[in-house]
T-cell receptor, first 114, second 113 residues
Framework: DQQVKQNSPSLSVQEGRISILNCDYT??????FLWYKKYPAEGPTFLIS?????DKNEDGRFTVFLNKSAKHLSLHIVPSQPGDSAVYFC?????????????FGTGTRLQVTL | NAGVTQTPKFRILKIGQSMTLQCTQD?????MYWYRQDPGMGLKLIYY???????DKGEVPNGYNVSRSTTEDFPLRLELAAPSQTSVYFC????????????FGSGTRLTVV
């Protein structure tokens, strides 16, 4: 039962263009969403997050959009840079009041070409 | 500031052997987690801890044990290793503020043959 889904295993984008990574979830209890970036042989690193009370959060070149009715979120990277080439994981957590256990998607490998 | 440190980075085990994956954090985080990542899959939660002396099972706890005697350390024990435990293991820690996300270690790549 995959509660967080990233249906595109890979994405290739030219440098300078916009990268859009998508994520869908099924659990209505999720109220906090995060994106992580992972380089080979390293652990994931936190990129950006959004609470369910918002529909957009922006941090520099990275913007996350949340559509609660569609249970869908997306990460926009503008402009894309070669250093953005990595695997991106979407994650979600419910508001249980205890440890914020995250459920992760399967990841999307982004390649930014010159 | 080291963050989350995992050792070893690589290990090959024979079926039936046991080992402990070490995890230490220096950020005074109360919450710590162990995840495994199989090829083409997301990270699956094995065990987590909300503080010293408190641990609980995650999604895939079978074949593993944990302990949390200090805030800093959260070792993961594999008893009677099986090929199905071949994976990359990540330890992570976090504060109660969800806005900061997790801090992950660099992972341990384990192969059981």
């Amino acid at each position: 039962d995959q509660q967080v889904k990233q249906n595109s295993p890979s994405l290739s984008v030219q440098e300078g263009r916009i990268s859009i990574l998508n994520c869908d979830y099924t659990n209505s209890m999720f109220d906090y969403f995060l994106w992580y970036k992972k380089y080979p042989a390293e652990g994931p690193t936190f990129l950006i997050s959004i609470s369910s009370i918002k529909d957009k959060n922006e941090d520099g070149r990275f913007t996350v959009f949340l559509n609660k009715s569609a249970k869908h979120l997306s990460l926009h990277i503008v402009p894309s840079q070669p250093g953005d080439s990595a695997v991106y994981f979407c994650a979600a957590s419910p508001n249980t009041g205890t440890a914020s256990k995250l459920t992760f998607g399967t990841g999307t490998r982004l390649q930014v070409t010159l | 500031n080291a963050g989350v440190t995992q050792t070893p980075k690589f290990r090959i085990l024979k079926i039936g052997q046991s080992m402990t994956l070490q995890c230490t954090q220096d950020m005074n985080h109360n919450y710590m987690y162990w995840y495994r990542q199989d090829p083409g899959m997301g990270l699956k939660l094995i065990y987590y801890s909300v503080g010293a002396g408190i641990t609980d099972k995650g999604e895939v706890p079978n074949g593993y044990n944990v302990s949390r005697s200090t805030t800093e350390d959260f070792p993961l024990r594999l008893e009677l290793a099986a090929p199905s435990q071949t994976s990359v293991y990540f330890c992570a820690s976090s504060s109660p503020d969800r806005g900061h996300g997790y801090t992950f270690g660099s992972g341990t790549r384990l192969t059981v043959v």
